[in-house]
């Protein structure tokens, strides 16, 4: 049974809820599931002003805990079309994890949250990849197997690089269900994957 951990930033909740599939689509495969959060790094009365998500149930990561892991599938909403600097503060702190090799030949795969369609979806996937190959990782994406990523019925994210959803400039457009259903197909993929290189 392969371990995955679902790691993620989320402050509005977009990228929680996009989590929660991608925990489910795993744990469809038979993996067993963590899913948890890198710490907030904006202080609390500005985090409250600006209505940030605070009452998340996912438990605060280590670094450390990693190396515990077959897979780990991170969620990031997109800053100017990269990682978001809470998730760039805990993998910066990963020093100890690349001196070591201990995340190398495992499964790393990378979901995000923007505001538009062409808010950065992509590029903050791939220059994720970046950084995840030089730890080590195992880089799996979306494969087009997952339909839901060609659909031109609605207006969606998703792509090969890894599931997305898009949450409007004010941030009131929740996940759709067909975003929901590629998280959950990235999941679902990414234990399959790990349970392999696991053997």
């Known amino acids: 049974m392969a ?19 991608i925990a489910d689509g795993a744990r469809a495969a038979g993996a067993k599931v963590d899913v948890k959060r890198v710490p907030e790094l904006v202080p609390a009365e500005v985090a409250e002003k ?6 998340q149930a996912a438990p605060i990561a280590t670094p450390e ?3 515990n892991y077959d897979a780990v599938v991170f969620g990031t909403p997109t800053r100017f079309g ?16 690349w001196f070591s090799d201990a995340l190398v030949g495992k499964v790393g795969s990378v979901f995000t949250s923007t505001a538009t369609q062409h ?12 950084v995840l190959l030089h730890l080590g990782f195992v880089v799996v994406g979306l494969p087009y197997s997952v339909k ?3 659909t031109l019925a609605e207006i969606s994210g998703g792509s090969p690089y890894g599931a997305t959803t898009i949450s409007g400039g004010d941030g009131a457009r929740l996940p ?10 990235q999941g679902h993929h990414v234990a399959e994957v790990a349970a392999k290189l696991a053997g």
């Open 3 to 21: 371990k995955v951990l679902v790691l993620y930033y989320s402050s509005y909740g977009h990228v929680e809820t996009m989590a929660s599939s």
């Open 82 to 97: 990269n990682m978001a600097s809470q998730m760039k503060n805990f993998i910066d702190q990963m020093g100890g994890l």
């Open 119 to 130: 808010g950065g979806q992509e590029s903050t996937i791939l220059s994720f990849h970046t």
């Open 65 to 67: 805990e990693l190396a």
């Open 50 to 55: 600006s209505g940030f998500k605070l009452d």
């Open 176 to 185: 759709s269900d067909n975003e929901l259903s590629m998280a959950y197909s």
């Open 148 to 150: 839901e990523q060609t």
